[in-house]
């Protein structure tokens, strides 16, 4: 299956609901009034698109509406054109230095930061890169365990502590065994933390410091996992743990299966984050390369 099927797939609750909302409000207006924009202003609150974003398509739509009328108007064809525009080409693809690139994995629990560790590193695998995992989530011991699954899964190298360990110091030698084997890739996968804790944030900034008095420049990437299905709150969360550490970007998971997806925009609408890939399924491979435009066509699919 194609990235556009996935994506079709994957975001089939969003663009379902969306799709049915703008047709009835559309179809039941004969004009372009301030109650039926008001219809469809809420439509793409509901996906959690963002005010910023809603507001730029309800203004485009008015102005095709001046200019084409009522026969001339795709609402969805409006929609497909603004969230592509508001991309802007973005690069969605992976860092990669001359030697060693490190990969930090942040986020709060439960957003699927361990198992898209794994689904990175096969993904660059696939490319022919090489590739080791640090199991820098030390206060949960599941974590340390399911990482190690997923390496002997993929047959990749893991780096892991005791349970309780420093993640610093873990961080600290997986960069270590990682330059040892002339390895492509480090991910390191971090503990979930709520990005209203400030110790915990604290905690991230050490290892981050310690890896990167280590390497140089490391880490290289410090992407940001959300969950789709938390919708806005997942802006709420990116803005702090952007405050925290600077992210380099962002990876959507579980995208399949909700009704909120466009909080992808909302995102990258106000923090201006590229968004490197989006999770949409279970598999290994379902961990896919964004591309808006893709993205934009499936959310707004007729």
């Not at 969306?18 to 793409?44: F, Q």
């Amino acid at each position: 299956m194609g990235l556009f099927e996935k994506l079709k797939v994957g975001l089939q609750r969003t663009k379902e609901e969306l799709s049915h909302k703008i047709n009835r409000i559309v179809t039941g207006s004969p004009t372009l009034d301030d109650d039926t924009l008001e219809e469809i202003e809420h439509a793409l609150i509901s996906a959690d698109l963002g005010m910023p974003m809603t507001r730029r398509i309800v203004e485009a739509v008015k102005i095709v509406y001046e200019t084409q009328g009522h026969q001339g108007l795709d609402v969805m064809a409006v929609g497909r054109a603004e969230i592509t525009a508001a991309f802007n080409g973005t690069n969605s693809g992976l860092k990669k230095c001359d030697d060693l690139t490190v990969v930090s994995l942040v986020g709060v629990n439960g957003t699927g930061k361990t198992t898209t560790s794994a689904k990175l590193a096969h993904r660059v695998m696939s490319d022919g890169r090489s590739v080791v995992l640090a199991a820098c989530d030390t206060f949960r011991a599941a974590a340390v365990e399911q990482i190690k699954e997923w390496g002997d899964r993929l047959e990749v190298p893991v780096v892991a502590g005791s349970y309780g360990a420093d993640p610093a110091a873990v961080g600290h030698d997986a960069i270590s065994a990682a330059q040892a084997c002339s390895a492509d890739y480090l991910f390191i996968d971090t503990a979930g933390r709520l990005h209203t804790k400030s110790n915990l944030m604290q905690e991230l900034r050490k290892l981050h410091r310690v890896i990167g008095g280590k390497l140089e420049g490391a880490p290289h990437e410090v992407l940001l996992v959300v969950d789709a299905t938390t919708g806005m709150n997942a802006l709420n969360q990116a803005r702090e743990f952007h405050k925290a550490v600077p992210l380099t970007g962002l990876i959507v998971a579980k995208l399949d299966g909700t009704s909120k997806g466009g909080m992808v925009v909302a995102i990258h609408d106000e923090l201006q984050l590229p968004v490197k890939f989006i999770g949409l399924g279970e598999q290994p491979d379902d961990l896919q390369p964004f591309d808006a435009e893709k993205f934009a066509e499936a959310l707004f699919a007729e």
